[in-house]
């Protein structure tokens, strides 16, 4: 009896010795002590919330991942700061002397948008995604599916455009004032000729306007710009490292 129990006690023995303790710390493994700092393998690992892998538990994760995003994180948002500031800079420096800019650009529901045409509407600059009549940049009619989209988004907020060249307004405006003109001459109804000469003479005149003050816009253009593209590509740079961390945080790498 003794003997069997002997045996019984060393097989048991025997099987918990050689099996992985069920709170033995693994990577990716969960854990509940924030900050607990183990061993696994030849790395260290750290009790936190992986910032790719299951981001709301505490889980083991190697630490170097946890430096790597928090300079990735630190990098990202010194990169979008600069951008930002660089990009309000130009809207203040640049709306005071584009009245004439976006008064020849205001949308208007006679004219005949071709993709890429630039309107002001509202408070803010559209581009078209496709050529269209009457369809306002409201709400319904916003995405890249529809008939507009913001023009050149801001980092800081997607639903602010900004301002474009003079050159191509005024490129712009000269088909079109051609194109509202020959369809006035086409027009067989009375107060719809009336309705697109009137605006082809309005845009003329916005356009010599425009003409005439583009100097000051095309200057701030000039000056801000360049160091805009720069910055832009400084913010995509730093972004294309993320699915690095991403991967020397994935608890199976």
Same mark, same amino acid.
């Given at each position: 009896?003794?003997?069997?129990?002997?045996?019984?006690?060393?097989?048991?023995?025997?099987?918990?010795?050689?099996?992985?303790?069920?709170?033995?710390?693994? $990577?990716?493994?969960?854990?509940? &002590?924030?900050?607990?700092?183990?061993?696994?393998?030849?790395?260290?690992?750290?009790?936190?919330?992986? +910032?790719?892998?299951?981001?709301?538990?505490?889980?083991?994760?190697? %630490?170097?991942?946890?430096?790597?995003? *928090? %300079?990735?994180?630190?990098? /990202?948002?010194?990169?979008?700061?600069?951008?930002?500031?660089? =990009?309000?800079?130009?809207?203040?420096?640049? =709306?005071?002397?584009?009245?004439?800019? &976006?008064?020849?650009?205001?949308?208007?529901?006679? /004219?005949?948008? $071709?993709?890429?045409?630039?309107?002001?509407?509202?408070?803010?600059?559209?581009?078209?995604?496709?050529?269209?009549?009457?369809?306002?940049?409201?709400?319904?009619?916003?995405?890249? *599916?529809?008939?507009?989209?913001?023009?050149?988004?801001?980092?800081?907020?997607?639903?602010?455009?900004?301002?474009?060249? +003079?050159?191509?307004?005024?490129? *712009?405006?000269?088909?079109?004032?051609?194109? @509202?003109?020959?369809?006035?001459? &086409?027009?067989? #109804?009375?107060?719809?000729?009336?309705?697109?000469?009137?605006?082809?003479? %309005?845009?003329?005149?916005?356009?010599?306007?425009?003409?005439?003050?583009?100097? +000051?816009?095309?200057? #701030?253009?000039?000056?801000?710009? +360049? @160091?805009?593209? =720069? !910055?832009?590509? $400084?913010?995509?740079? #730093?972004? /294309?490292?993320?699915? !690095?961390?991403?991967? &020397?945080?994935?608890?199976?790498?």
């Amino acid at each position: 009896m003794n003997k069997r129990i002997s045996a019984a006690v060393m097989a048991s023995f025997l099987v918990i010795g050689l099996a992985t303790p069920a709170t033995a710390a693994t $990577a990716g493994g969960a854990c509940t &002590k924030a900050g607990q700092i183990v061993k696994i393998g030849n790395n260290t690992y750290v009790c936190a919330k992986n +910032p790719f892998f299951s981001p709301t538990k505490l889980t083991y994760v190697w %630490d170097g991942c946890i430096e790597l995003n *928090t %300079d990735y994180q630190a990098g /990202i948002k010194e990169a979008q700061t600069v951008l930002r500031a660089s =990009e309000a800079n130009r809207f203040q420096q640049i =709306e005071p002397v584009g009245t004439t800019l &976006k008064d020849l650009i205001k949308w208007n529901a006679l /004219i005949t948008y $071709a993709k890429g045409n630039i309107v002001y509407y509202g408070s803010t600059y559209y581009q078209a995604t496709k050529t269209s009549v009457n369809k306002a940049p409201t709400t319904a009619n916003i995405g890249k *599916t529809k008939f507009w989209i913001v023009s050149q988004p801001t980092n800081a907020n997607s639903k602010i455009g900004q301002m474009p060249t +003079p050159s191509v307004v005024l490129a *712009t405006a000269t088909k079109q004032i051609a194109a @509202v003109t020959a369809a006035s001459v &086409k027009s067989t #109804v009375p107060a719809t000729k009336l309705k697109l000469n009137t605006l082809a003479a %309005d845009l003329t005149t916005k356009r010599a306007a425009l003409e005439a003050n583009q100097g +000051p816009i095309q200057s #701030v253009i000039d000056t801000l710009d +360049p @160091v805009l593209t =720069e !910055l832009k590509s $400084a913010v995509a740079l #730093v972004s /294309i490292t993320r699915d !690095l961390v991403k991967d &020397k945080c994935n608890p199976r790498y």
